[in-house]
């Protein structure tokens, strides 16, 4: 018998997983996959989420992995530039992008350390219910292995944006908006380390510097145009890049090209209901939305603490943990609705007046305004 079984060993288990574990609280953290691999991200971190790192003792490691710190942004917008630090939070003022493969086994073993039992390999075929209330999880290995059944007085949804554990709970949708943008992107070497954003009606470019010298370079596109362009989704993302932001496709010419092109048409929009008699949902499988704004990650930290705040040391107590998870999915939607609102207002690539913030969300305390 756990106190908690997280489903899902990124981001949000990963770090749900850990600080429940630093509470007491005995827990066993599942994922479907053998290896960590790198995960289709924007990568970046803002600074709250850095905060939260730093917090968790963990931020150390991430410095480590050679990630450059990103002090400064600079967005365009047609003849105006905006220029800017980012204001201190937290204790922290850099905001960091580090690559999945390398952030994600940081905190997977932040968590074993802080005692989690952690199970790679091991799908989720179903949850266990009794009286209505979920109370554990039947597991099987991804090879077909034989089905093991586990039990707990919560279940954690950390499964992504199609959780299995939201399905079989029927996690009824609050609120959801169309597709507004598709994706593409790809890794470079030889580009100036600079965090930059560009905007034009129908269009975004951003370079996001990472690990190993290594710069992402990403297009977003109008979601009417994935049809048109998945086919050749380099050939689009060059020729975005080269309307857009005519000073990074000359940068590009001198330096190479080191993955292939990644990309989705599936950034959805949601908020699902976040829990219910027996579970709760974080990061991805309680609520998506459209990666322009790069909250992913950050979004992800914040619900793990939030969860964790709230629950305290009442998960013991049915009564106490309905209310404090209540209590959660209450504030999860205050701390979050504001910026899914901005972020469709960006997705939606249209055109707008000159601007006085910066996107990623970043606190300016020093601005350049250059017409």
Sequence with gaps: MYDVIVVGARIA?????????????????????????????????????????????????????????????????????????????????????????????????????????YRPNASVNDLLFEDGRVVGVRTGSVRGEAEHTERARLVVGADGMRSTVAARVRAPVLMQDPHHTCVYYTYWSDLPPLLRTFEAPGRWVATIPTNDGATLVAAYFPQAQFPAIRGDALDALLTQVQKTAPEVREEMAAGRRLEHVHGTGDQRNFFREAQGPGWVLVGDSGHHKDSITARGITDAFCQAQLLVDCVGDGLQDPKALSTALKRFAEQRLDALLSAYHSTLKEARLESRGPRTDVPLGMEIDQKLVIH
């Design 13 to 117: 288990g990963a770090s749900t997983a850990m600080l429940l574990a630093r509470d007491g609280y005995r827990v066993l953290m599942v994922d479907r996959d053998r290896v960590v691999r790198d995960a289709q991200s924007t990568l970046y971190i803002h600074q709250s989420g850095v905060a939260a790192l730093h917090r968790w003792n963990v931020l150390p490691e991430v410095v480590a992995t050679g990630c450059p710190p990103l002090e400064r942004i600079r967005h365009t917008a047609g003849d105006t530039v905006l220029d800017g630090a980012p204001s201190r939070t937290g204790g922290v003022r850099a905001a960091y992008a580090p690559r999945r493969r390398l952030l994600d086994p940081i905190l997977i073993r932040a968590a074993v350390d802080a005692g989690v039992e």
